[in-house]
């Protein structure tokens, strides 16, 4: 038996082995459970390094005070691309702008601006944003 022969049988009786006990069911036993905030959708937005930061101090929060805080990813974004752009301006074009940050640039906007939670930007659902659009609706009336 040659080399490579030997090295596929040796892989194939792995592979029974690990599919024989991959089948087996499988049970975890909880030692300590800790509360968690909830689960966001960035969708396709590119700010995976808001939602990531925000959500570890979200965890924080609660790990400390035992407070539940929504905050808003949102907000971050919007000042941070604010920021970029007035620099990108400000540098006549000569510096890189895109999508994309770092959990420095979340430290740096709450430093900066502060925070705010997520009900207090216009969501879907928001009463704020209801109010706005409505008062919005002569000067910009939305098409049906």
Same mark, same amino acid.
Request: include cysteine; proline fraction near 3%.
């Given at each position: 038996m040659n080399h490579i022969s030997r090295i596929l049988l040796a892989a194939a009786l792995c592979g029974v082995g690990i599919a024989a006990s991959a089948?087996?069911? &499988? =049970?975890?036993?909880?030692?300590?459970?800790?509360?968690?905030?909830? +689960?966001k959708n960035q969708y396709r937005s590119g700010t995976c390094w808001?939602?990531?930061?925000?959500?570890?101090?979200?965890?924080?929060?609660?790990? &400390? =005070?035992?407070k539940t805080y929504d905050l808003c990813e949102?907000?971050? +974004?919007?000042?941070?691309?604010?920021?970029?752009?007035?620099h990108y301006v400000r540098m006549h074009g000569f510096i890189q702008i895109s999508e994309g940050g770092s959990c420095d640039d979340v430290i740096d906007v709450i430093r900066n601006y502060g925070i705010c939670p997520g009900e207090a930007m216009f969501l879907e659902t928001s009463p704020a944003k209801n109010a706005w659009l409505s008062s919005r609706k002569a000067w910009f009336p939305l098409k049906n």
């Amino acid at each position: 038996m040659n080399h490579i022969s030997r090295i596929l049988l040796a892989a194939a009786l792995c592979g029974v082995g690990i599919a024989a006990s991959a089948q087996e069911a &499988k =049970t975890f036993k909880t030692i300590k459970e800790i509360p968690i905030t909830s +689960v966001k959708n960035q969708y396709r937005s590119g700010t995976c390094w808001d939602f990531a930061t925000l959500g570890y101090l979200e965890a924080e929060i609660l790990r &400390k =005070t035992g407070k539940t805080y929504d905050l808003c990813e949102m907000f971050v +974004v919007n000042k941070d691309y604010m920021d970029c752009a007035t620099h990108y301006v400000r540098m006549h074009g000569f510096i890189q702008i895109s999508e994309g940050g770092s959990c420095d640039d979340v430290i740096d906007v709450i430093r900066n601006y502060g925070i705010c939670p997520g009900e207090a930007m216009f969501l879907e659902t928001s009463p704020a944003k209801n109010a706005w659009l409505s008062s919005r609706k002569a000067w910009f009336p939305l098409k049906n």
